[in-house]
């Protein structure tokens, strides 16, 4: 290396170090800034060094060779200040989306702990007692007829919600893998209503609740899975049931609002504490005492993830269900859109459901 060259690179160097300290003191000044910005000052402090180390190295003149290099600077900059722009932009929402994945996987681990601390608790009292009353039987510890059909029926009753709890988590593990497939179609909501309001009338008359349904005299048809939103109907007015006192009533009322039709299950019961409202349809969630059933007499037997499978069910035809207070009790609104455009696939947004 000749001294010539060894003088350039001296000179380069010593130009080029207080561009570069400077444009770190202007990258950290920003580093509160969007993340655009901070990419064209990256892009932008590298050419304001060459520049000036060349400027330096012709001896600061201002000659025909340096105006050719800033004319190719300048050309640079406005390609790739632009370019850096748009990969900011780019590079920003997938920082956001990525942030928005680890906090979902997160929020779905912690799910899947309560899911088998829930199961596990609630599984095991049931097995306990069919194991409990079996025995019994087998040494003969109840003889009379009375008796046994008694300890069989209690049997029965706890097979039937061992059946409907493993039943339920199959159905969340389809809703939540994308697995289950619903076939849409135009449906008339107010059938549906009818359906599960007749179904679930033994059972609304054995807990002394009432239930009334308020709906137009015309059609109100949705594109939607008759069966899933059954489902869905039903787990609410089952839970609405749950949560309403004896000399209580339950209210569905079903409403054309244009563009979407917004089905309300109305209840009078205790209400959802606030602190409830933001979890009330995730998988095992319990809230808090305030929100146990109080009128489970004559209802189906269920597994606690109702609020949870309705939630997935509506996610899959791309609508809404919203809980809320009400003076009387609490309140839950499906809004489901008359038109299938926009549609998600079962389980893509279920995630949330952890």
């Known amino acids: 290396m000749t001294t010539e060259t060894l003088r350039i690179f001296a000179v380069a160097l010593a130009m080029t170090a207080p561009i570069a300290a400077a444009g770190a003191g202007v ?3 920003i580093r509160g800034m969007s993340l655009r910005a901070n990419m064209v000052a990256i892009i932008l402090v590298p050419l304001a060094a060459t520049f000036t180390a060349i400027y330096g190295v012709s001896g600061f ?26 990969l900011g932009h780019l590079q920003a ?76 988590l199959f159905e969340m593990s ?27 009338g033994s059972a609304a008359r054995r807990a002394e609740v009432s239930i009334g349904v308020t709906a137009p005299d015309r059609p109100v ?39 979407s039709v917004s089905i309300v299950v109305d209840d009078d019961g205790t209400g959802i504490p606030p602190e409830d409202l933001s979890r009330i349809f995730e998988i095992a969630y319990r809230g808090t005492t305030s929100r146990t059933p109080v009128n489970g007499g004559g209802l189906p037997v269920g597994s606690g993830m109702g609020l949870a499978i309705a939630r997935g069910l509506v996610d899959a035809h791309a609508g809404e269900i919203i809980a809320s207070n009400t003076v009387r009790g609490s309140r839950f609104e499906v809004l489901l859109p008359r038109s299938p455009t926009g549609r998600r696939a079962v389980g893509t947004e279920t995630g949330r459901l952890g």
């Open 27 to 29: 990258l950290y000044l």
């Open 61 to 86: 003149m201002f000659t025909d060779d340096s105006s050719r290099v800033a004319a190719v600077l300048a050309a640079v900059a406005l390609v790739t200040a632009p370019l850096a722009l748009m």
């Open 93 to 168: 929402k997938r920082t956001v989306w990525e942030r928005q994945m680890r906090e979902q996987e997160r929020a779905a681990e912690h799910s899947r702990r309560e899911l088998i601390a829930w199961v596990s608790h609630d599984l095991r009292t049931p097995l306990a007692d069919i194991k409990a009353l079996a025995e019994a039987l087998s040494d003969q510890v109840v003889t009379s007829p009375d008796e046994i059909e008694e300890f069989a029926r209690e049997i029965d009753t706890n097979t039937v919600r061992l059946s409907q709890m493993v039943d339920d």
């Open 174 to 200: 389809r809703i939540n893998s994308g697995a289950m497939t619903l076939e849409f179609e135009p449906v008339d909501v107010r059938e549906v209503v009818d359906e599960v309001t007749t179904a679930l």
């Open 221 to 259: 048809v949705a594109t939607a899975s008759s069966t899933a939103l059954s489902r869905v109907l039903t787990n609410l007015v089952v839970n609405a049931i749950a949560h309403t006192r004896r000399g209580g009533a339950v209210d569905l009322v079903v409403t054309d609002a244009g563009g």
